[in-house]
């Protein structure tokens, strides 16, 4: 594999970014990778090689550059930890900022000789699920396929809430939920999949069964890989089939 850590330039500053594409001649879609509220880490970077292995660019950034180099050891997490994470969740999970980051990961991509012009796909979990929304919804014109798994707060009282977002979305998308997860309530996703229905949006939404909130993520305790692998299926469909 063709891997490095780039640093992409934005408005607001240098935002550390995992590039990673088959080490082999030839142009590769785009996808762009946005992380879960642990942040950026090997884990994740391991689950970017894999789909760069498809046949895929993949552009992995920390989305929590603006507060600084943010690492956390996973393994000792307790109480202070957990109330850290959550201080990040809350400086990230802004609507206008993930536009602009994304912009910024479109504009880097497309000046890779690596990166095959035309769509863009992208995938975010837990904390990134909304995110898929709000850069499909920014970006109709380039985003084509939006995978989103046990994604939080799709439906809240703010005005970025993504259900508000999801009818200028273009994308065909895929939305993978735990049945056991407290943070991804039923009843919120029936009414995002009711926004998604009568807005027209392809899309699919699935609950994996014996599954609980991070069942995607090989290093967590709840990782599940029957469940896992089926996501990564849906996944690699998504991409095939809207970004060739």
Same mark, same amino acid.
């Given at each position: ?41 090997e ?5 970017a ?40 969740i ?81 994308? !065909?998308?895929? *939305?993978? /939920? ?6 991804? =309530? ?6 995002? &999949? $009711?926004a ?15 599954? !609980?909130?991070? *069942?995607? /993520? ?6 599940? =890989?029957?469940?896992?692998e089926?996501?990564? &299926? $849906? ?10």
């Open positions: 594999m063709f891997e490095r850590e780039v640093s992409i330039t934005t408005r607001h500053g240098r935002m550390t970014t995992f590039a990673v594409c088959p080490d082999e001649q030839g142009q590769w879609p785009l996808i762009l990778f946005y992380m879960d509220a642990p942040g950026y880490r884990e994740l970077k391991n689950m090689r894999r789909i760069a292995k498809q046949g895929y660019y993949v552009l992995m950034p920390d989305l929590y550059y603006r507060i600084g180099t943010v690492r956390f050891d996973l393994p000792r997490r307790e109480e202070t930890m957990s109330a850290v994470v959550k201080a990040c809350q400086h990230a999970m802004n609507r206008e900022q993930i536009i602009d980051d994304t912009g910024a990961a479109i504009a880097y991509g497309d000046a890779q000789a690596q990166v095959k012009e035309g769509p863009v796909g992208c995938v975010g979990y837990c904390m990134g699920g909304p995110f898929i929304t709000w850069a499909a919804a920014a970006y109709p014109d380039r985003i084509k396929a939006a995978g989103s798994l046990y994604g939080v707060r799709l439906v809240n009282e703010l005005e970025q809430s993504p259900h508000l977002w999801i009818g200028k979305v273009e994308a !065909e998308v895929y *939305f993978g /939920f735990a049945d056991h997860d407290p943070a991804s =309530p039923r009843d919120k996703v029936e009414i995002f &999949t $009711r998604m229905e009568d807005a027209g949006v392809k899309h699919q939404v699935e609950w994996l069964t014996d599954t !609980e909130h991070g *069942f995607c /993520f090989p290093e967590r305790g709840h990782y599940n =890989p029957v469940a896992a089926l996501v990564w &299926t $849906r996944l690699f469909g998504l991409w095939e089939r809207n970004l060739g």
